[in-house]
């Protein structure tokens, strides 16, 4: 009788000589309970509860289309984003649906596949991005779906060359008309709760706003039967200039038009200073408010997304943790009984 370790490492070898790699593999870890500093008398925690109201997995459609079989769609637009005085490159794009079966729901990604092939002949393996629409598109119509993609470029540290982004300038060039091949949706860690008086806290920078972009619409602009948003949604957005400040004009309407729900605080580094005269930074807005974020997330229907670089993962921490700590609390800890109960999401790179 074959043992089951001895299978599985047949199997390995199987997959080495197909030419497999072994990304990862994840062990679950054993329930436990959530270890809670004793905390103050006068403001008692309460460990996090799960989310309510949280979507079935049949809800959630993944990999409709893979690699070998992508869908090939048609760009209907291309539009700049980062107005004059800003730096970099970065693209709102919106491809055409209606021939395909695609599906997806807000805080998914899809994978893009660029034309051409790579330096050793073969096709170019696919990148992910960040949905930047809801499951109905910017249409409204079920037929369209939206990227924010920043053009990746950057001179070569040897050649000093100018170098770049494959996938990124693949699609930053895109006309209207062109194909693009499409695989997807793939992700299930910045899905949406389903309770419309949810507080959803976001914390992005650059292009991480894509997903934040999808919950708003959804929100605020959208109407729905079953979905009609009461509770409280607050972005913290970091970015180098004013003019990069991605979707300025819709989030400053929607903060105009619904100021009990929706509260918009930038972090613009090159602009503003925090209080001990460093740069502006996320993770320094976060402190300002941290007290009052800790508070937030105390609530059992308040989920926090974090989604940009990884590195403002620390600061965000760091702010926390003094809040926490103020009411006796150890705010890692405390954090991963919020993972546990799938209310903390990152998406970091």
Same mark, same amino acid.
Request: charge should be negative; glycine fraction near 8%.
């Given at each position: 009788? $074959?043992?089951?370790?001895? +299978?599985?490492?047949?199997?390995?070898?199987?997959?080495?000589?197909?030419?497999?790699?072994? @990304?990862?593999?994840?062990?679950?870890?054993? $329930?436990?309970?959530?270890?809670?500093?004793?905390?103050?008398?006068?403001?008692?925690?309460?460990?996090?509860?799960?989310?309510?109201?949280?979507?079935?997995?049949?809800?959630?459609?993944?990999?409709? *289309?893979?690699?070998?079989?992508?869908?090939?769609?048609?760009?209907?637009?291309?539009?700049?984003?980062?107005?004059?005085?800003?730096?970099?490159?970065? #693209?709102?794009?919106?491809?055409?649906?209606?021939?395909?079966?695609?599906?997806?729901?807000?805080?998914? /990604?899809?994978?893009?596949?660029?034309?051409?092939?790579?330096?050793?002949?073969?096709?170019?393996?696919? +990148?992910?991005?960040?949905?930047? =629409?809801?499951?109905?598109? %910017?249409?409204?119509?079920?037929?369209?779906? =939206?990227?924010?993609?920043?053009?990746? $470029?950057?001179?070569?540290?040897?050649?000093? $060359?100018?170098?770049?982004?494959?996938? =990124?300038?693949?699609?930053?060039? !895109?006309?209207?008309?062109?194909?693009?091949?499409?695989?997807?949706? @793939?992700?299930?860690?910045?899905?949406?709760?389903?309770?419309?008086?949810?507080?959803?806290?976001?914390?992005?920078?650059?292009?991480?706003?894509?997903?934040?972009?999808?919950?708003?619409?959804?929100?605020?602009?959208?109407?729905?039967?079953?979905?009609?948003?009461?509770?409280?949604?607050?972005?913290?957005?970091?970015?180098?200039?004013?003019?990069?400040?991605? *979707?300025?004009?819709?989030?400053?309407?929607? #903060?105009? #038009?619904?100021?009990?729900?929706?509260?918009?605080?930038?972090?613009?580094?090159?602009?503003?200073?925090?209080? %001990?005269? /460093?740069? !502006?930074?996320?993770?320094?807005?976060?402190?300002?408010?941290?007290?009052?974020?800790?508070?937030?997330? #105390?609530?059992?229907?308040?989920?926090?997304?974090?989604?940009?670089?990884?590195? !403002?993962?620390?600061?965000?921490?760091?702010? !926390? =943790?003094?809040?926490?700590?103020?009411?006796?609390?150890?705010? /890692?800890? *405390?954090?991963?009984?919020?993972?546990?109960?799938?209310?903390?999401?990152?998406?970091? *790179?």
């Amino acid at each position: 009788m $074959e043992k089951p370790f001895d +299978r599985l490492k047949k199997d390995l070898r199987n997959f080495a000589k197909a030419g497999a790699k072994m @990304v990862n593999i994840d062990v679950p870890e054993v $329930e436990e309970k959530p270890i809670i500093a004793e905390p103050a008398p006068e403001a008692p925690v309460a460990p996090p509860q799960s989310a309510k109201k949280a979507k079935k997995k049949d809800d959630i459609p993944v990999n409709i *289309y893979r690699p070998k079989t992508p869908f090939v769609g048609k760009c209907l637009s291309n539009e700049a984003l980062v107005r004059e005085g800003g730096e970099g490159r970065v #693209q709102h794009l919106m491809f055409d649906l209606s021939e395909g079966d695609l599906r997806y729901i807000e805080g998914q /990604s899809i994978g893009i596949i660029p034309a051409g092939t790579d330096a050793n002949g073969k096709p170019h393996k696919l +990148r992910l991005y960040s949905i930047a =629409s809801t499951r109905h598109g %910017d249409r409204v119509d079920d037929k369209t779906i =939206s990227l924010c993609v920043r053009q990746l $470029e950057y001179d070569h540290p040897e050649t000093g $060359e100018r170098v770049y982004g494959v996938c =990124s300038k693949h699609l930053c060039d !895109m006309q209207p008309g062109d194909d693009v091949k499409i695989t997807g949706p @793939v992700g299930k860690e910045m899905l949406l709760p389903d309770d419309p008086e949810a507080n959803i806290i976001m914390m992005g920078t650059g292009t991480g706003i894509a997903p934040f972009r999808a919950y708003l619409w959804r929100m605020f602009k959208e109407k729905h039967d079953d979905y009609k948003f009461k509770g409280l949604a607050w972005l913290f957005f970091g970015v180098a200039y004013t003019p990069n400040i991605l *979707y300025k004009e819709e989030l400053e309407e929607l #903060q105009s #038009q619904y100021p009990d729900n929706f509260r918009l605080t930038y972090a613009i580094s090159r602009e503003q200073k925090a209080a %001990d005269g /460093s740069k !502006m930074y996320i993770q320094s807005r976060i402190a300002e408010h941290a007290d009052e974020l800790w508070e937030l997330v #105390q609530k059992e229907n308040t989920h926090t997304y974090i989604c940009g670089l990884k590195g !403002m993962e620390g600061g965000i921490d760091e702010g !926390m =943790s003094a809040a926490a700590a103020k009411h006796g609390v150890d705010w /890692s800890e *405390y954090q991963r009984t919020l993972k546990k109960a799938h209310r903390w999401h990152v998406e970091t *790179y």
